[in-house]
């Protein structure tokens, strides 16, 4: 049967919250036997704090005829499991129902928590990088894979004629330095990608002309190893 084979728990309940019918992989997922499902309220499933969010879903659903929530599911043994809920009311043995397909969501839960810690450690690095090249007498920026410029000194928003950080920063280098609309002919940046490796090189005649200063750039490679 389709319903036990389903690769999410399902819960069928009536509108008096009596379960009518839960799958195999619920009961495993949760640790409970049959019987002691079907004897649950659906509330009974969610964490304590969860639960009380369950009048204002029912009526939401009862309303709008399916909803999609997340909510905590917790197993006989204590532990807590983070599920992607998809409710809707149906028609089950001649009469109205409420089937609830819980999806587990750990592993997409661990994943943004650990998108989340690796931009706060990125921000934090760019916090501390950006104090350390606004000391410094050249113009040096830190500039993404994709040519946005991340960071800039002072020395970088006045040689090129601008008045704050904000007309530079997340924009492409290529762009607030010379006008263009791509990256340069002889990119060091790119250079320095390609290789994994340090490049030096002086600015064209064509580049002064576009810049109207005369430099030699250093691309240097960052890693996060």
Known sequence: MLFDKAGDSIFIHDEQARMLAVNFLACDRLGYTHAELMSMKPNQLDTQEEALQMPDRFARLMEQGSITFETHHQCKDGLTI?????????????????????????ERKQAEEAKERSEKILKQALSELEAIIEALPGMVSVVDLEFNTLVANTAVI????????AEVLGLKCYKTRKGLDDICP????????DTGKPVSRFST?????????????????????
């Open 82 to 106: 983070p599920v992607e809920v998809n409710s809707r009311l149906i028609t089950w043995d001649d009469q109205p129902a409420v089937m609830n397909i819980a999806r587990d969501i750990t």
């Open 158 to 165: 006045e040689k090129f004629g601008h008045s704050n950080k």
């Open 186 to 193: 002889q990119c060091g940046v790119k250079q320095a990608y």
């Open 205 to 225: 005649p064509e580049e002064e002309k576009l810049m109207g200063i005369s430099t030699k750039a250093y691309a240097i490679p960052l890693k996060d190893e």
